[in-house]
């Protein structure tokens, strides 16, 4: 009867823990919601400016105040990454953790890497790997704006132009649907051209002048590249916990059935055996 009670309570256990797992998909299954319509919204009009920046630029020279587009010899990185600030997301921060592990020891090895955090989980990861993590931004999520986004583009951008590293990387989680996230890596500084032959570059009539487009335009056009991460990874994350969320209530449910299963049969096997001790004890007093 001892085993029946231990099974019980793993019934009660698996029972519990699948109410709980139901009702974070519920919950992540909202978020989700809002942060798709979000980054949807987002997309077109991120993407659409990014072209033009890159089309500008390649009609800018430094003297033009094209210093955001200045190529430098690679010698120390920033790596922006994005992740979230709680777990039960599956691989959501493990693969951007990963990714980001993999530019830092093989593409740029040779450099100094430094780590520019949004999400709790990266901070506290890359501070125990002992790397140099110079900022962290973990509260950013409880209050996402373009306004909160604008300020840590606009320090990295400073930093850049001050020389305290040559290359900035984004690296994310970009949302294709609630199942599917793809891992990117996105330059962010210095920006990109459009190449000469590009069918998408053209001749620009500047109007104002070309050096007050630039100031305004440029920066913009980061602030908006950086927050359209951050909208993807946000979005990515609900993604990934509903998923994550939907797969552990549907194990909690076969496990359950199994434990049910597992129960009524030692059940029926200790009645059994109780009747049989009857039928044995009536046999012996009769015979």
């Known amino acids: ?39 949807t919204q987002m997309r077109p009009y991120a993407n659409k400016l990014t072209e ?4 500008l630029s390649a009609s800018l020279d430094n003297s033009d105040g094209g210093a955001f587009a200045q ?17 039960l997301c599956g691989g959501f921060n493990a693969n951007i953790i ?12 040779n450099s100094e890497i430094k780590i520019l955090s949004i999400g709790k989980k990266s901070s506290e990861h890359f501070d125990r ?32 132009l001050d020389k305290k590293y040559d290359k900035a990387i984004l690296v994310y989680n970009q949302f294709k649907n609630a199942a599917t996230q793809n891992v990117v890596t996105e330059n962010f500084l210095p920006i990109t051209s459009a190449s000469k032959d590009s069918s998408t570059s053209g001749e620009y009539i500047f109007e104002p002048e070309k050096q007050k487009i630039v100031e305004q335009l ?7 590249q950086l927050f359209k991460a ?45 009747i049989l001790e009857i039928v044995g004890g009536a046999e012996a007093l009769n015979a």
């Open 1 to 39: 009867m001892a085993n029946l009670k231990e099974i019980r309570s793993r019934i009660t256990s698996v029972g519990s823990t699948m109410q709980i797992t139901s009702a974070m998909k519920m919950v992540s299954a909202a978020k989700l919601k809002r942060a798709q319509d979000a980054i």
């Open 52 to 55: 033009l920046l890159e089309n």
């Open 71 to 87: 190529k430098r010899p690679v010698k120390k990185v920033l790596l922006v990454t994005i992740t979230s600030n709680r777990g």
């Open 98 to 109: 990963k990714q980001a592990k993999v530019l830092a020891n093989n593409e740029y090895s």
């Open 129 to 160: 790997a002992g790397f140099n993590v110079i900022a962290k931004h973990d509260s950013l999520f409880a209050k996402l704006t373009f306004d909160a986004v604008s300020e840590i583009a606009e320090g990295i951008m400073q930093s850049f």
């Open 218 to 224: 440029i920066p913009k056009s980061l602030k908006t």
């Open 230 to 274: 951050v909208l993807d990874s946000h979005a990515s994350e609900h993604g990934a916990r509903m998923t994550a969320m939907h797969k552990a209530t549907d194990n909690a449910g076969e496990l359950k059935k199994e434990l049910t299963l597992t129960y009524n049969k030692a059940r029926q096997a200790a009645i059994t055996g109780e």
